[in-house]
């Protein structure tokens, strides 16, 4: 079993992933897991979370209905280490899988995949469409409209932080310090 290099896991993404909303949504979450692992204290681990967060959603494009299913195939026929096929699995779980997020990384992961996407909507709406002018009331305000990035579970976002033991407010804060490191709205 290999451990990927970057390179080679961004080689494996654009082999399944061609949209750009796909490619600039699996850079949010790497930038994002690499936040979270350096401010958990995995700075030893920072380019494994790196690559769990540019892969979790390596075959949501071509098979969707196989979300988090395919994927675990795909990285088992080429080898890949079983810890980032579990891990990028385990973002699903509940929704496609019966993989429940254990490692604090594989919780992360959970609960701000969603987020990423909300804050980047929420972030869109502002004059500056940026993060980092973005603060959690607006993101608060925007994410009690059932309607608005509706396709961003809140269930899902919950239910990560509580996996966390993480209050919501202190998940979207964290969340966008960590966006605003990459600065790349979805």
Same mark, same amino acid.
């Given at each position: 079993?290999?451990?990927?290099?970057?390179?080679?896991?961004?080689?494996?993404?654009?082999?399944?992933?061609?949209?750009?909303?796909?490619?600039?949504? #699996? %850079?949010? +979450?790497?930038?994002?897991?690499?936040?979270?692992?350096? =401010?958990?204290? /995995?700075?030893?681990? $920072?380019?494994?979370?790196?690559?769990?967060?540019?892969?979790?959603?390596?075959?949501?494009?071509?098979?969707?209905?196989?979300?988090?299913?395919?994927?675990?195939?795909?990285?088992?026929?080429?080898?890949?280490?079983?810890?980032?096929?579990?891990?990028?699995?385990?973002?699903?779980? #509940? %929704?496609? +899988?019966?993989?429940?997020?254990?490692?604090?990384?594989? =919780?992360?992961? /959970?609960?701000?995949? $969603?987020?990423?996407?909300?804050?980047?909507?929420?972030?869109?709406?502002?004059?500056?469409?940026?993060?980092?002018?973005?603060?959690?009331?607006?993101?608060?305000?925007?994410?009690?409209?059932?309607?608005?990035?509706?396709?961003?579970?809140?269930?899902?976002?919950?239910?990560?932080? #509580?996996?966390?033991?993480?209050?919501?407010?202190?998940?979207?804060?964290?969340?966008?310090?960590?966006?605003?490191?990459?600065?790349?709205?979805?």
């Amino acid at each position: 079993m290999s451990q990927l290099t970057r390179s080679e896991a961004w080689e494996l993404l654009t082999e399944y992933n061609k949209e750009e909303f796909h490619l600039k949504h #699996a %850079l949010i +979450v790497e930038s994002t897991m690499r936040y979270f692992s350096r =401010k958990l204290g /995995y700075e030893n681990e $920072e380019d494994f979370w790196g690559i769990v967060g540019l892969l979790h959603d390596l075959d949501f494009e071509f098979y969707p209905e196989q979300h988090c299913i395919k994927q675990q195939e795909i990285m088992r026929e080429r080898g890949i280490d079983p810890r980032i096929i579990r891990a990028t699995a385990s973002h699903g779980y #509940a %929704l496609t +899988v019966d993989i429940e997020p254990q490692h604090e990384m594989e =919780k992360v992961l /959970y609960a701000v995949d $969603e987020l990423t996407g909300l804050i980047g909507a929420v972030a869109l709406m502002r004059p500056s469409r940026s993060v980092s002018d973005l603060e959690v009331k607006s993101v608060r305000k925007k994410y009690k409209t059932a309607n608005f990035a509706a396709g961003c579970s809140r269930e899902v976002i919950e239910r990560g932080a #509580a996996m966390l033991g993480w209050e919501l407010d202190y998940l979207i804060e964290q969340t966008i310090l960590a966006m605003r490191e990459c600065e790349v709205v979805e």
